[in-house]
């Protein structure tokens, strides 16, 4: 294989890993929901482990969290950007352990609905 087709599936990979560039709203508490309990899984285990019963337990219980939390927002007639979920959940997945803690993520998903204080949870 030459060097030019090493670059090309190096790139295609580097894209494949990228993240999504935006998320519909439609599509917002699953993806959300996962992630954040991947996070949950990976950063904070003991958590984890002593709140859910795997992650379906895990994805179920923030999928559910995050409905309610577009539902007010829809109720407010909060804009949603799906530029700015794709963000929050692109940072939520490279953030370190530590900036997931502190939770740092929440601004991230506050910018979803900017024209609305809402706050996250």
Same mark, same amino acid.
Do not use: K, Q, T
């Given at each position: 294989m030459s060097a030019l087709h090493l670059v090309r599936f190096s790139l +295609?990979? +580097? +894209?494949? /890993? =990228?993240g999504p560039s935006e998320i519909k709203e439609k599509n917002f508490a699953a993806s959300g929901a996962?992630?954040? /309990?991947n996070r949950l899984q990976e950063c904070q285990r003991g958590d984890y482990l002593r709140e859910y019963y795997g992650h379906a337990d895990c994805a179920s219980h923030w999928e559910i969290a995050l409905e309610v939390y577009i539902e007010v927002a829809d109720d407010l007639d909060c804009d949603y950007s799906p530029e700015a979920a794709a963000r929050a959940y692109n940072n939520l997945a $490279?953030? =370190? /352990? $530590?900036?997931?803690?502190g939770l740092d993520y929440i601004e991230d998903f506050d910018e979803i609905w900017d024209d609305c204080a809402l706050g996250l949870f």
């Open positions: +295609l990979g +580097l +894209l494949a /890993c =990228s996962g992630m954040i /309990c $490279e953030m =370190s /352990c $530590e900036d997931f803690y």
